[in-house]
T-cell receptor, first 111, second 115 residues
Framework: QKEVEQNSGPLSVPEGAIASLNCTYSDRVSQSFFWYRQYSGKSPELIMSIYSNGDKEDGRFTAQLNKASQYVSLLIRDSQPSDSATYLCAVNAGNNRKLIWGLGTSLAVNP | DTEVTQTPKHLVMGMTNKKSLKCEQHMGHRAMYWYKQKAKKPPELMFVYSYEKLSINESVPSRFSPECPNSSLLNLHLHALQPEDSALYLC??????????????FGSGTRLTVV
């Protein structure tokens, strides 16, 4: 059974701090990794994709991938209250069109 | 145009009704998806279309019937639904070049309530 695991949270950080979200996956052949942000009552929004080991930065967001350890993380620098949402980790399942989803981590950024 | 448009945004239907959900994208994506999402759960894949052909059906009950009339449109026909089918129904699209998964763009969803 292919699995993606995330801490459900809630993760609470003060405004301006770094929020660190983690995700582990079980399928070693996974090649594509994604972070989606979902506000309550809204649809998921793709915020980061990563395919190679190492770091990928986009604005305040950094995705980190370590295939040997089978984990992917998302760092949010200078966290803002508007970052408060559920963050979903998704991993491709070998079939290029199908993703395996984690249960999501709820993030609360406190002013 | 970088949007996936879903209509209607909200739908209330009785268990004997027939209704359809519609999805449209103009990003040139050749893979389109229907997902179902319950509160506080991740999205659950229902169907995948690739180049207008159904490529994945996740053992979805026949009361849900997908249709892809062309590369930009995706419909989900609903008939004889149950109250437990109430959920947020999400359409998504992605590039599909055979190698690599480029991530989905989701529509805003249809909030379906079955009464």
């Amino acid at each position: 059974q292919k699995e993606v695991e995330q801490n459900s949270g809630p993760l609470s950080v003060p405004e301006g701090a770094i929020a660190s979200l983690n995700c582990t996956y079980s399928d070693r052949v996974s090649q594509s990794f994604f972070w989606y942000r979902q506000y309550s009552g809204k649809s998921p929004e793709l915020i980061m994709s990563i395919y190679s080991n190492g770091d990928k930065e986009d604005g305040r967001f950094t995705a980190q991938l370590n295939k040997a350890s089978q984990y992917v993380s998302l760092l949010i620098r200078d966290s803002q209250p508007s970052d408060s949402a559920t963050y979903l980790c998704a991993v491709n399942a070998g079939n290029n069109r199908k993703l395996i989803w984690g249960l999501g981590t709820s993030l609360a950024v406190n002013p | 145009d970088t949007e996936v448009t879903q209509t209607p945004k909200h739908l209330v239907m009785g268990m004997t009704n027939k209704k359809s959900l519609k999805c449209e994208q103009h990003m040139g994506h050749r893979a389109m998806y229907w997902y179902k999402q319950k509160a506080k759960k991740p999205p659950e894949l229902m169907f995948v279309y690739s180049y207008e052909k159904l490529s994945i059906n996740e053992s979805v009950p026949s009361r849900f019937s997908p249709e892809c009339p062309n590369s930009s449109l995706l419909n989900l026909h609903l008939h004889a639904l149950q109250p437990e089918d109430s959920a947020l129904y999400l359409c998504a699209s992605s590039q599909d070049r055979g190698e690599g998964n480029y991530g989905y763009t989701f529509g805003s969803g249809t909030r379906l309530t079955v009464v």
